[in-house]
Nanobody
Framework: QVQLVESGGGLVQAGGSLRLSCAASGRTASNCGMGWFRQAPGKERFFVAAITWSGGTTYYADSVKGRFTISRDNAKNTVYLQMNSLQPEDTAVYYC???????????????????????WGQGTQVTVSS
């Protein structure tokens, strides 16, 4: 079992920045590939960014490339999402997700799929005002 707790959401003006954190606990937490997804009201949950268990490879949705950065500190079992140049369309609940099976995959396809992840956090709200 892996438990995930997100923090760092809030209200920010367009052009501003936020850093989300996801603290993982559990026996296999450090071996998991991890991702961030977001879900706006009435919409599906979409991929934002992901990182391999080692932190050596990252993946991003086209909509956030160049603005968001995912990173991890395995000593702290924490994954971060630095979000810069935020826009109103970034407003959503952001979820952290993890799965140990991702350690066997290097193809980005697997990291972008909601169904690939077994463990999810409770979500943190990010609201960007115009």
């Amino acid at each position: 079992q892996v438990q995930l707790v997100e923090s760092g959401g809030g209200l920010v003006q367009a052009g501003g920045s936020l850093r989300l954190s996801c603290a993982a606990s559990g026996r296999t937490a450090s071996n998991c590939g991890m991702g961030w997804f977001r879900q706006a009201p009435g919409k599906e949950r979409f991929f934002v960014a992901a990182i391999t268990w080692s932190g050596g490879t990252t993946y991003y949705a086209d909509s956030v490339k160049g603005r968001f950065t995912i990173s991890r500190d395995n000593a702290k079992n924490t994954v971060y999402l630095q979000m810069n140049s935020l826009q109103p369309e970034d407003t959503a609940v952001y979820y952290c997700a993890a799965d140990p099976s991702l350690a066997f995959y290097s193809n980005s396809y697997y990291y972008t799929r909601v169904a690939q992840y077994s463990y999810w956090g409770q979500g943190t709200q990010v609201t960007v005002s115009s």
